[in-house]
C-alpha cells in the first residue's frame, strides 16, 4: 500500500483527475458529486467558523486595532509595521529560539519517542496493566490546562514540592534554575498520550501475518521496526510530528507555570504575544505575530515531509 | 526464556515501572489534596475530610457545568467524527488536485483561530449569525477549529484501507455510503476513537471560546466554572480547585475508558494484503 | 477551480467586507426618555462575581437581595419588571474581553461592572458614554452623589465626566507581624516616616532565621501586582503620578523612577527580600501564604489582603491570630514631605464601579436600579456579610466603626491616596515596569534599568514627546 500523504501529491498528473474518475482512483465508485457531498458539510463548516474568522485576524494584522481605547473605534491600516516591529524585536527572537528549542525536544523527540515506545510496548502488557499506565499517560492529558499547573507546580514548589523531598534536594528552584528543561519534561508528560493513543491505532494496522513472517526469519527487534513497522506507518508518524510540533508551538499552558520567566527564559512565541500583545488588547500586533508562527510551522511541515519522503 | 530475555524482560518492567512513575508523580497532588482542609502546594497526608466536596456541592453550577461540558463534547465529537470521517474518505478515494496543500493550510489555520487575537472575528461572526449564548454556536465553532486536523488524521487511516475490500463490496451492488459505513469504518475504527477521545480532550478544557460565546451562567461549562474559584485578588481557592479538579478528570476517563472498551483501540486482524 | 478553492475564494471576499465592521462609527444621540412609560420591563445586570466563586457575596447580594427588593418595589408602581444577573466571577481580563465585545455590538446586560482602569479606554473605544448622556441631566440631581468623595468618583470619570457609579474603594499599606518585630526589637505601634526607616526594620529582621524581611512585590511574575503594591505606591512617594494628566506625560527615565528603582536595588541587593519569589509563576499566593505561616516580616498590600487572604477563617491564606499579630501602618514618602502634594504619608488605590449600557432599551429604569444598588440601604445589605470599604461614607461610618483597620483605611488612607491613569497604554507601561524592577532584583543597576525602562515606553508610546526624563 502506498502512503499518500504527499504534498504536493506526486502520482498522477492534473488531467486525470479532471475527466470522469476513473475505477483506478475511485475504486468506492463515489463519483464527483457524491464525493462533494462526503466533503460538503466539513468544509461548510470549517469556511465558515475557520477560514473566515482566521483571514479576518490575518487583516487585523495589518491595523492597529485594539479592543479598547480609540484605535477600537478607529483601528488604521498599518501596514506591515507590526511585523516589522516583531521581527526587528531582540525578545521576538530569544522568543522563536526558545519555543524551536521547546518543540524540538519536548514534541518531536520527547513526545514523539515515549509515545511510540509506550504504544509498542504497553501492547505485551496485561490489560489490566496496561489500562492503568494507559490511564495515567491519557489523565496528564486531559486535566485542564489550568489545574495541570498546580499540579507542577506542587511537583517541582522549591520549598515544598514532591520532588525535593523524593530528592533529599530542599530549597532548589527547579522552576528558577532549569526552566526551560522544566518545562520541556512537562509537555512531554502533557502530550505524549496523542502519540501513544494515534500510534497504537497505526501500529493495529500493521498486518499481522507480516510480523510472523520476519519473526519467522530471525528478524532483530530493529530490523523488524525498520523493515515491516515502519513502512506501515510512515504516514502516521508524519502527521504525529506535524500536529504535535504545530500544537506544541502554539501551547499556552507552560505560562501558567513559569509565567515565561525568570526574566524571558521560557518566554515561548505564544507567551510572548500573551505578554506583549494580548495583556496590553493590542489585537493587530498578535494577530501578526500569529501570522510569522504560521510560515514558521509551514517552514518546519515542508521540511517535515522533505525527510519523510526522502526515506521512502 | 534465556538468562538475557529475563534480563531484558525485568529491564522492560523497571522502565515501564520509571514510566509510570513519572506520569503518576505529579498526579498524587490531586489525589490528596481534595480531602485535605487546608490545602497548599505542598503534598502532606491529610486528615481526610470530605469538607472540600460538600462546600463545592454547595455551588449550585458545580454538577450542572459537567453535564453542559458534556453536551459540549458529545456534540462536538460527534460533528467532527461524522464530517471527518466522510471528508477523509472522500478525500483518500477521490483526488483533487493540491488537496494535500489545502489541507495543511487549513490545519495551519486552525492554530490562529485558537488564539486570542481571533476572538473578536469569531465573536462578531456568532453575533451577526445570532448564535451567541447558545450551545450550538459553541459546537460549531469548536468543530471548525477541530476538523481539519481530525480530517488529516483519518486521511491517513483511510489511506491504509485495502481498496479491494472496497471493490468487492462494490460488486455486491453497495451504495457508497453503505461501502463507508459497513466496510471501511469498521477498518478504521481505532482511528474513528482516537479522534472521538482527541476531539473530547480538547472540548473539555476549552475555556475561551464557551467564555466568550455563552452568556448565561447556567449553560457555561466546566471549564469556565473552574475559573471562578480565585479570590478577587486572584489568589486560587486550592481546597475547590482541586476538588474540582478531580471531579472535572472523572468523566473524561470513564469515556475514554468506555470508548476504549467498545471500539478498542487495538484493532487486529481483518487485514490482509 | 475546485469546489473548495471557490469558497475560500468567497469567503477572503466576504472577509475583506466584513474588516469594515471593525471600527465603529459614532452613533447618534439617542433619546434619553426611550421605555420610560413602558410597563413591562427587562434589566440585566452583568457583574464579575458568582455564586460560591469569586466575588461570591457581590453576585448573592444581587441574587437574593436587589433583584427581589427592587422588583417588590417596581411592582408597587405597577411596573412589571424582570431583572436577570449575568454571572462571571473569571479572571479580570477575560472578564474586560468579553464585555468590551458585548458593549461594541450594542448587546450585553443594562448595568455593567466594570473596573475604575478600564473606564478610560472603553470611553475612547465609544463603549461607554457619560452618564448624562446616557439618562439625562437627572443624574445629577441623585442624593447619593453628595456621600461618595471626590476622589472617589474620580475613579469612574474620565475628562470630568461621570461615566458610571463607584462601587467601593481600597486601599495600600504596610502590614507587618507583630512577632517577629517584638523579636527584633521593634516597636507593635510602628509607623516609619521614610523609606529608610522600612530599611532599618528591615535589617532589624533580618536577624532572624527563616525570616523574609521584606516582601516588596517585583517582576513581571506578579504582574499588575508588582505595580499596584510595588512601584506605583513607592512612586508617588516620591512626588510623582506614573502619568501627569495636566502636562500628558508618562515618567520616563527620571529621578523619580531611579529613586524607586534604588530602593528595590537595596532592599534584594541587602538580602532584606527574597528575589527567587519574585520570579515564580505563583510567587504572590506564596508570599501570602509565607506571611500567614509568620516568615515574612513586612508586606505591601491592599486592605484586600487583611479581608480575603489572611482573614482567619475564610482567607485563601487563613491566619487565625490575624487580629493580635498582624499590624498595620501607612507607607511612607521617601522622606518626610516629598510624596505627592508634600505628604508625608502615600497610597493608590483601586476600585470598580457600575455603568450603564449606552444601548440599553431602558436608560430611566436602568438608572433607576443603579441608584437602588447605590442606596444607603442596598450598600449597607452587601456588606453585611463582611465589612469592606463603601464608596459611601454615610454607610461606612455606620458600618466600619467596629473594625478598626478598615475605618484606618476609610479615614486615614484613602485621603491620601492616588489613581492609576485609565489609559489604553497603561497595561504596557505596567509591563515596562515590572521589567525593571525584575532586571533591579537580578542584579541590573538601577540607572541601566531605568534607561532600560525609557526605551520599553518608547517603543509603546511610539516616541518619546509625552516621556518625562532627566
Known amino acids: 500500500m502506498a502512503q499518500q500523504t504527499t504534498l504536493p501529491p506526486a502520482e498522477q498528473p492534473a488531467p486525470a483527475a479532471e475527466a470522469r474518475p476513473r475505477p483506478a482512483t475511485d475504486v468506492a465508485g463515489l463519483g464527483r458529486g457524491r464525493a462533494a457531498a462526503f466533503v460538503g458539510p466539513a468544509m461548510v463548516l470549517i469556511a465558515v467558523f475557520l477560514v473566515f474568522p482566521a483571514l479576518w485576524t490575518l487583516y487585523i494584522g495589518i491595523t492597529n486595532y485594539r479592543l479598547t481605547g480609540v484605535q477600537a473605534r478607529v483601528p488604521e491600516i498599518v501596514g506591515f509595521d507590526n511585523y516589522a516591529d516583531a521581527l526587528g524585536d531582540p525578545t521576538f527572537h530569544n522568543a522563536l529560539f526558545l519555543t524551536l528549542v521547546f518543540v524540538l525536544f519536548s514534541a518531536v523527540l520527547g513526545q514523539n519517542l515515549l509515545g511510540f515506545a509506550l504504544a509498542r510496548s504497553l501492547a505485551t502488557l496485561r490489560p489490566v496493566l496496561r489500562r492503568v499506565v494507559e490511564s495515567l499517560v491519557l489523565l496528564a492529558w486531559i486535566i485542564p490546562g489550568s489545574i495541570v499547573a498546580f499540579l507542577w507546580l506542587a511537583l517541582l514548589d522549591r520549598d515544598a514540592g514532591t520532588l525535593n523531598a523524593l530528592l533529599q534536594t530542599p530549597g532548589l528552584a527547579w522552576l528558577i534554575d532549569y526552566p526551560l528543561v522544566s518545562i520541556i519534561v512537562f509537555n512531554i508528560w502533557r502530550g505524549t498520550a496523542f502519540s501513544m493513543l494515534l500510534y497504537s491505532a497505526a501500529l493495529a494496522s500493521v498486518p499481522p501475518s507480516q510480523l510472523e513472517t520476519a519473526r519467522l526469519v530471525g528478524a532483530s527487534r530493529w530490523q523488524t521496526l525498520r523493515d515491516v513497522v515502519f513502512p506501515h506507518i510512515r504516514g502516521h508518524v508524519l ?57 514558521i510551522n509551514l517552514i518546519i511541515a515542508l521540511f517535515y515531509i522533505r525527510l519523510l519522503r526522502e526515506r521512502r | 526464556m534465556t538468562p538475557r530475555d529475563f534480563v531484558g524482560r525485568i529491564g522492560f518492567y523497571v522502565l515501564i515501572g520509571l514510566v509510570t512513575a513519572f506520569f503518576a508523580l505529579p498526579m498524587l497532588w490531586l489525589v490528596g489534596t481534595p480531602f485535605d482542609e487546608q490545602p497548599g502546594l505542598a503534598l502532606s497526608v491529610p486528615d481526610p475530610t470530605l469538607g472540600n466536596f460538600s462546600e463545592l456541592l454547595d455551588n449550585r453550577f458545580a454538577l450542572p457545568s459537567l453535564l453542559n461540558s458534556v453536551l459540549l463534547a458529545l456534540g462536538t465529537a460527534v460533528l467532527v467524527v461524522a464530517f471527518a470521517a466522510t471528508a477523509a474518505y472522500s478525500l483518500s478515494r477521490v483526488r483533487i488536485p493540491g488537496r494535500d496543500v489545502l489541507l495543511y493550510l487549513l490545519l495551519l489555520l486552525s492554530s490562529i483561530v485558537t488564539g486570542t487575537a481571533a476572538m473578536v472575528p469569531i465573536f462578531l461572526l456568532m453575533f451577526e449569525l445570532g448564535l451567541i449564548d447558545s450551545r450550538v454556536g459553541v459546537v460549531l465553532v469548536l468543530s471548525g477549529g477541530l476538523l481539519p486536523a481530525a480530517i488529516f488524521i483519518l486521511k491517513d487511516f483511510m489511506d491504509s484501507v485495502p481498496k479491494s475490500y472496497e471493490e468487492s463490496a462494490r460488486v455486491f451492488g453497495a451504495s457508497a455510503f453503505q461501502i463507508l459505513r459497513d466496510v471501511v469504518v469498521p477498518v478504521i475504527r481505532p482511528g474513528l476513537a482516537t479522534i472521538a477521545v482527541w476531539t473530547i480532550v480538547n472540548v473539555w478544557g476549552n475555556f475561551l471560546v464557551p467564555f466568550i460565546l455563552l452568556r448565561d451562567a447556567d449553560k457555561q461549562p466546566a471549564a469556565v466554572l473552574m475559573r471562578t474559584f480565585y479570590t478577587e485578588g486572584g489568589a486560587p481557592n486550592l481546597a475547590l480547585i482541586s476538588t474540582f479538579s478531580l471531579l472535572f478528570s472523572i468523566p473524561v476517563v470513564v469515556m475514554y475508558l468506555f470508548v476504549n472498551r467498545k471500539y478498542g483501540f487495538r484493532f487486529y486482524g481483518g487485514i490482509k494484503s | 477551480m475546485t469546489r473548495i478553492a471557490r469558497i475560500i475564494a468567497i469567503m477572503t471576499g466576504l472577509a475583506l467586507v466584513a474588516t469594515g465592521c471593525l471600527g465603529q462609527s459614532d452613533e447618534e444621540p439617542s433619546d434619553t426618555q ?12 452583568a457583574a464579575n462575581a458568582v455564586s460560591g466563586g469569586k466575588n461570591a457575596e457581590e453576585a448573592d447580594w444581587i441574587e437574593n437581595y436587589v433583584i427581589p427588593t427592587f422588583v417588590e418595589q417596581q411592582q408597587a408602581d405597577g411596573v412589571d419588571v424582570t431583572v436577570e444577573f449575568q454571572s462571571s466571577g473569571v479572571d479580570d481580563e477575560d472578564y474586560k474581553s468579553k464585555i468590551a465585545l458585548d458593549l461594541r455590538t450594542g448587546s450585553g446586560a443594562d448595568i455593567v461592572s466594570l473596573d475604575g482602569i478600564w473606564v478610560g479606554e472603553f470611553a475612547e473605544a465609544g463603549y461607554i458614554l457619560p452618564l448624562t448622556e446616557v439618562v439625562g441631566d437627572s443624574v445629577e440631581d441623585w ?16 475628562n470630568d465626566e461621570r461615566y458610571g457609579v463607584p462601587a467601593g474603594s481600597d486601599g495600600r499599606v504596610l502590614f507587618f507581624n507583630k512577632d517577629l518585630f517584638a523579636q527584633a526589637g521593634l516597636p507593635a505601634d510602628w509607623q516609619p516616616a521614610s523609606w529608610e526607616e522600612i530599611l532599618d526594620a528591615g535589617r532589624a529582621l533580618q536577624g532572624i532565621s527563616g525570616v523574609t524581611p521584606i516582601q516588596l512585590n517585583a517582576g513581571t511574575a506578579m504582574g499588575e501586582a508588582t505595580t499596584m503594591q510595588g512601584v506605583l505606591p513607592l512612586l508617588v512617594g516620591t512626588g510623582q503620578r506614573i502619568y501627569d494628566e495636566d502636562a500628558g506625560t508618562w515618567q520616563g527615565n527620571t529621578q523619580n523612577v531611579r529613586d524607586v528603582l534604588t530602593f528595590y536595588q537595596r532592599v534584594y541587593g541587602e538580602g532584606l527580600g527574597d528575589p527567587t519569589l519574585q520570579q515564580e509563576a505563583q510567587g504572590r499566593d506564596k508570599s501570602f501564604a509565607e506571611f500567614a505561616a509568620g516568615t515574612i516580616g513586612i508586606l505591601m498590600e491592599g486592605d484586600y489582603f487583611w479581608r480575603s487572604v489572611i482573614e482567619p477563617t475564610a482567607g485563601v491564606a487563613p491566619m487565625p491570630t490575624r487580629d493580635e499579630v498582624v499590624g498595620y501602618t501607612k507607607l511612607p514618602a521617601m522622606t518626610p514631605g516629598s510624596g505627592l502634594d508634600g505628604q508625608d504619608f502615600v497610597s493608590m488605590s483601586g476600585g470598580g464601579g457600575w455603568v450603564l449600557n449606552p444601548a440599553t432599551e431602558f436608560p430611566q429604569q436602568a438608572w433607576e436600579l443603579l441608584t437602588f444598588m447605590n442606596s444607603a440601604e442596598a450598600t449597607t445589605e452587601l456588606v453585611a456579610g463582611g465589612a469592606r470599604l463603601t464608596q459611601r461614607e454615610d454607610v461606612n461610618d455606620e458600618i466600619l466603626a467596629d473594625d478598626p483597620m478598615l475605618s484606618f483605611i476609610a479615614e486615614e488612607v484613602v485621603p491620601l491616596s492616588a489613581y492609576r491613569p485609565g489609559l489604553a497604554v497603561y497595561p504596557q507601561i505596567s509591563v515596562a515596569l515590572q521589567q525593571a524592577t525584575l532586571d533591579v532584583v537580578t542584579g541590573m543597576p538601577p540607572d541601566e534599568a531605568a534607561a532600560k525602562y525609557q526605551e520599553a515606553v518608547e517603543a509603546a508610546l511610539g516616541g518619546a514627546d509625552d516621556i518625562a526624563s532627566d
Open chain 1, 239 to 295: 502527521t504525529n510530528t506535524l500536529l504535535i510540533s504545530l500544537w506544541t508551538f502554539n501551547d499556552f499552558t507552560p505560562f501558567l507555570i513559569t509565567a515565561g520567566g525568570p526574566n524571558d527564559r521560557t518566554e515561548i512565541l505564544p507567551v510572548y504575544i500573551y505578554n506583549t500583545a494580548i495583556s496590553g488588547g493590542q489585537m493587530g500586533y498578535g494577530a501578526a505575530v500569529s501570522l510569522i508562527m504560521l510560515v
Open chain 3, 143 to 158: 442624593d447619593g452623589w453628595e456621600q461618595i468623595p471626590d476622589a472617589v468618583q474620580a475613579n469612574m470619570a474620565f
Open chain 3, 34 to 45: 426611550r421605555g420610560a412609560e413602558a410597563t413591562e420591563v427587562t434589566l440585566t445586570i
